[in-house]
Protein backbone atom coordinates (compact mmCIF):
# COMPACT_ATOMS: atom_id res chain seq x y z
CA UNK A 1 0.00 0.00 0.00
CA UNK A 2 1.24 3.59 -0.97
CA UNK A 3 2.33 5.80 1.66
CA UNK A 4 1.40 9.22 0.61
CA UNK A 5 -0.53 11.19 2.10
CA UNK A 6 -3.23 14.77 0.91
CA UNK A 7 -4.40 17.36 3.07
CA UNK A 8 -7.22 18.35 3.00
CA UNK A 9 -9.07 15.62 1.35
CA UNK A 10 -11.99 18.16 0.44
CA UNK A 11 -11.85 22.62 0.58
CA UNK A 12 -14.57 24.79 0.14
CA UNK A 13 -13.22 28.47 -0.13
CA UNK A 14 -13.88 32.09 -1.56
CA UNK A 15 -12.13 33.63 -4.67
CA UNK A 16 -8.74 35.65 -3.64
CA UNK A 17 -8.11 33.36 -0.73
CA UNK A 18 -4.39 31.73 -0.24
CA UNK A 19 -4.46 27.90 0.24
CA UNK A 20 -1.88 25.88 0.55
CA UNK A 21 -2.40 21.78 -0.35
CA UNK A 22 0.04 19.64 1.57
CA UNK A 23 1.19 16.23 0.01
CA UNK A 24 3.80 13.88 1.98
CA UNK A 25 5.07 10.34 1.42
CA UNK A 26 7.38 8.18 3.73
CA UNK A 27 8.52 6.28 1.09
CA UNK A 28 11.97 7.97 0.56
CA UNK A 29 11.19 9.01 -3.17
CA UNK A 30 13.14 11.66 -4.75
CA UNK A 31 10.64 12.38 -7.70
CA UNK A 32 7.48 13.96 -6.75
CA UNK A 33 4.78 15.13 -9.13
CA UNK A 34 1.14 17.35 -9.08
CA UNK A 35 -1.36 17.18 -11.00
CA UNK A 36 -4.72 18.63 -12.35
CA UNK A 37 -7.80 16.55 -13.19
CA UNK A 38 -10.95 17.41 -14.07
CA UNK A 39 -13.72 14.82 -13.73
CA UNK A 40 -13.48 12.60 -16.82
CA UNK A 41 -10.67 14.11 -18.21
CA UNK A 42 -6.89 13.62 -18.44
CA UNK A 43 -4.36 14.18 -15.99
CA UNK A 44 -2.25 17.06 -16.24
CA UNK A 45 0.96 17.66 -14.90
CA UNK A 46 1.61 20.76 -13.27
CA UNK A 47 4.33 20.50 -10.97
CA UNK A 48 7.25 18.35 -10.20
CA UNK A 49 10.58 17.96 -8.58
CA UNK A 50 13.79 15.76 -8.81
CA UNK A 51 14.63 15.92 -5.04
CA UNK A 52 14.98 18.69 -2.96
CA UNK A 53 15.22 22.13 -3.51
CA UNK A 54 14.37 21.10 -7.53
CA UNK A 55 11.03 22.25 -8.85
CA UNK A 56 10.16 22.72 -12.60
CA UNK A 57 6.86 23.59 -14.17
CA UNK A 58 4.23 21.05 -15.77
CA UNK A 59 3.05 21.03 -19.18
CA UNK A 60 -0.27 22.47 -17.73
CA UNK A 61 0.44 26.25 -17.49
CA UNK A 62 -0.63 27.18 -13.62
CA UNK A 63 -0.58 29.64 -11.47
CA UNK A 64 0.61 27.66 -8.18
CA UNK A 65 3.54 27.39 -6.81
CA UNK A 66 4.93 24.35 -5.03
CA UNK A 67 8.58 24.07 -3.04
CA UNK A 68 10.58 20.79 -1.83
CA UNK A 69 12.60 21.38 1.16
CA UNK A 70 12.37 17.80 2.28
CA UNK A 71 12.34 14.98 0.47
CA UNK A 72 9.07 13.81 1.86
CA UNK A 73 6.68 16.74 1.30
CA UNK A 74 5.56 18.99 -1.34
CA UNK A 75 3.28 21.84 -0.58
CA UNK A 76 1.50 23.47 -3.27
CA UNK A 77 0.22 27.14 -2.73
CA UNK A 78 -2.20 28.99 -4.73
CA UNK A 79 -1.71 32.86 -3.77
CA UNK A 80 -5.10 33.81 -4.66
CA UNK A 81 -7.90 31.28 -5.50
CA UNK A 82 -10.01 31.38 -8.34
CA UNK A 83 -13.32 29.59 -9.45
CA UNK A 84 -11.49 28.27 -12.68
CA UNK A 85 -9.32 26.78 -9.79
CA UNK A 86 -11.80 24.31 -9.09
CA UNK A 87 -10.50 20.60 -9.91
CA UNK A 88 -9.12 17.55 -8.42
CA UNK A 89 -5.16 17.96 -7.16
CA UNK A 90 -3.52 14.89 -7.10
CA UNK A 91 0.09 14.77 -5.94
CA UNK A 92 2.33 11.26 -6.73
CA UNK A 93 5.92 10.13 -6.11
CA UNK A 94 8.18 7.74 -7.74
CA UNK A 95 11.69 6.43 -7.51
CA UNK A 96 14.80 7.60 -8.79
CA UNK A 97 15.85 5.26 -11.56
CA UNK A 98 14.86 3.57 -14.54
CA UNK A 99 11.60 4.77 -15.83
CA UNK A 100 9.87 1.58 -15.23
CA UNK A 101 9.32 3.05 -12.12
CA UNK A 102 5.45 3.57 -11.44
CA UNK A 103 4.07 6.26 -9.91
CA UNK A 104 2.16 5.92 -6.68
CA UNK A 105 -0.84 8.52 -5.98
CA UNK A 106 -2.10 10.24 -2.70
CA UNK A 107 -6.17 10.06 -2.17
CA UNK A 108 -6.29 14.02 -3.81
CA UNK A 109 -7.28 17.26 -2.96
CA UNK A 110 -10.97 18.14 -4.38
CA UNK A 111 -11.05 21.88 -4.69
CA UNK A 112 -13.79 23.93 -4.83
CA UNK A 113 -13.39 28.12 -5.10
CA UNK A 114 -16.50 29.83 -4.82
CA UNK B 1 1.99 17.71 -30.83
CA UNK B 2 1.56 15.18 -28.08
CA UNK B 3 -1.38 12.84 -27.81
CA UNK B 4 -2.75 9.94 -26.43
CA UNK B 5 -5.80 8.19 -27.38
CA UNK B 6 -8.68 6.03 -26.38
CA UNK B 7 -12.39 5.31 -26.32
CA UNK B 8 -14.49 7.14 -23.55
CA UNK B 9 -16.21 4.35 -22.61
CA UNK B 10 -16.80 0.71 -22.85
CA UNK B 11 -19.24 -2.03 -21.79
CA UNK B 12 -18.94 -5.39 -21.16
CA UNK B 13 -19.98 -8.48 -19.11
CA UNK B 14 -19.02 -10.00 -16.31
CA UNK B 15 -17.17 -12.92 -16.74
CA UNK B 16 -15.88 -12.14 -20.56
CA UNK B 17 -13.04 -10.58 -21.90
CA UNK B 18 -12.31 -7.12 -22.53
CA UNK B 19 -9.60 -5.31 -24.62
CA UNK B 20 -9.01 -1.32 -24.33
CA UNK B 21 -6.88 0.16 -26.81
CA UNK B 22 -4.07 2.96 -26.77
CA UNK B 23 -3.02 4.72 -29.53
CA UNK B 24 0.09 7.53 -28.83
CA UNK B 25 2.31 10.04 -30.58
CA UNK B 26 4.58 11.45 -28.79
CA UNK B 27 7.92 13.17 -28.59
CA UNK B 28 9.38 10.39 -27.07
CA UNK B 29 9.04 7.30 -25.53
CA UNK B 30 10.50 6.15 -22.51
CA UNK B 31 7.83 3.53 -21.48
CA UNK B 32 4.21 2.96 -21.58
CA UNK B 33 2.17 2.52 -18.46
CA UNK B 34 -1.66 1.50 -17.92
CA UNK B 35 -3.29 2.43 -14.58
CA UNK B 36 -6.55 1.96 -13.07
CA UNK B 37 -8.80 4.96 -11.64
CA UNK B 38 -12.22 3.79 -9.71
CA UNK B 39 -14.33 6.87 -9.65
CA UNK B 40 -13.62 9.62 -7.10
CA UNK B 41 -9.90 7.45 -6.03
CA UNK B 42 -6.63 7.72 -7.22
CA UNK B 43 -4.88 6.28 -10.11
CA UNK B 44 -3.01 3.02 -9.03
CA UNK B 45 -0.53 1.43 -11.05
CA UNK B 46 -1.39 -2.11 -13.10
CA UNK B 47 1.65 -2.51 -16.02
CA UNK B 48 4.16 -0.81 -17.58
CA UNK B 49 5.77 -2.04 -21.07
CA UNK B 50 8.66 -0.59 -23.16
CA UNK B 51 9.55 -3.23 -25.05
CA UNK B 52 6.79 -4.64 -27.95
CA UNK B 53 5.33 -7.61 -27.38
CA UNK B 54 2.70 -9.14 -24.40
CA UNK B 55 3.04 -8.36 -20.20
CA UNK B 56 0.87 -10.95 -18.41
CA UNK B 57 -0.22 -10.22 -15.27
CA UNK B 58 -3.04 -12.61 -13.64
CA UNK B 59 -6.50 -11.57 -15.39
CA UNK B 60 -4.45 -8.48 -16.61
CA UNK B 61 -2.06 -8.45 -19.59
CA UNK B 62 -0.83 -5.12 -21.79
CA UNK B 63 0.25 -5.25 -25.26
CA UNK B 64 3.32 -2.69 -27.33
CA UNK B 65 3.83 -2.52 -30.62
CA UNK B 66 6.74 1.25 -30.38
CA UNK B 67 6.60 1.09 -34.49
CA UNK B 68 2.64 1.58 -34.62
CA UNK B 69 2.52 3.49 -31.62
CA UNK B 70 -0.05 1.16 -30.61
CA UNK B 71 -1.21 -0.58 -27.03
CA UNK B 72 -3.96 -2.76 -25.24
CA UNK B 73 -5.13 -3.87 -22.05
CA UNK B 74 -6.50 -6.92 -21.91
CA UNK B 75 -8.73 -7.93 -18.84
CA UNK B 76 -9.55 -11.47 -18.40
CA UNK B 77 -12.77 -12.78 -16.32
CA UNK B 78 -14.48 -9.72 -15.85
CA UNK B 79 -15.80 -8.82 -12.57
CA UNK B 80 -17.63 -6.18 -11.45
CA UNK B 81 -15.24 -4.37 -9.21
CA UNK B 82 -13.31 -4.05 -12.85
CA UNK B 83 -15.56 -1.37 -13.37
CA UNK B 84 -13.23 1.60 -13.31
CA UNK B 85 -11.58 4.20 -15.40
CA UNK B 86 -8.33 2.84 -17.69
CA UNK B 87 -5.87 5.53 -17.77
CA UNK B 88 -2.89 4.74 -20.80
CA UNK B 89 0.78 7.07 -19.84
CA UNK B 90 3.63 7.25 -22.19
CA UNK B 91 6.68 8.07 -20.32
CA UNK B 92 8.56 10.52 -22.28
CA UNK B 93 12.14 10.52 -22.86
CA UNK B 94 14.47 13.14 -21.73
CA UNK B 95 12.84 13.90 -18.30
CA UNK B 96 11.19 11.38 -17.65
CA UNK B 97 7.46 13.39 -17.58
CA UNK B 98 4.47 10.93 -17.98
CA UNK B 99 1.69 12.24 -20.26
CA UNK B 100 -1.49 10.60 -19.77
CA UNK B 101 -4.41 9.52 -22.01
CA UNK B 102 -8.46 11.06 -20.59
CA UNK B 103 -8.86 7.22 -19.97
CA UNK B 104 -11.49 4.54 -20.88
CA UNK B 105 -14.22 4.04 -18.59
CA UNK B 106 -15.12 0.73 -18.24
CA UNK B 107 -18.86 -0.62 -17.40
CA UNK B 108 -19.43 -4.34 -16.45
CA UNK B 109 -22.66 -5.40 -16.07
CA UNK B 110 -24.03 -8.54 -14.88
Known amino acids: EADIYQTPRYLVIGTGKKITLECSQT?????MYWYQQDPGMELHLIHY???????EKGDLSSESTVSRIRTEHFPLTLESARPSHTSQYLC?????????????FGPGTRLTVL | GQNIDQPTEMTATEGAIVQINCTYQ??????LFWYQQHAGEAPTFLSY????GLEEKGRFSSFLSRSKGYSYLLLKELQMKDSASYLC???????????FGAGTRLFVKA
Open chain 1, 92 to 104: ASSEEGPANNEQF
Open chain 1, 27 to 31: MGHDK
Open chain 1, 49 to 55: SYGVNST
Open chain 2, 26 to 31: TSGFNG
Open chain 2, 49 to 52: NVLD
Open chain 2, 89 to 99: AVNTAGGFKTI
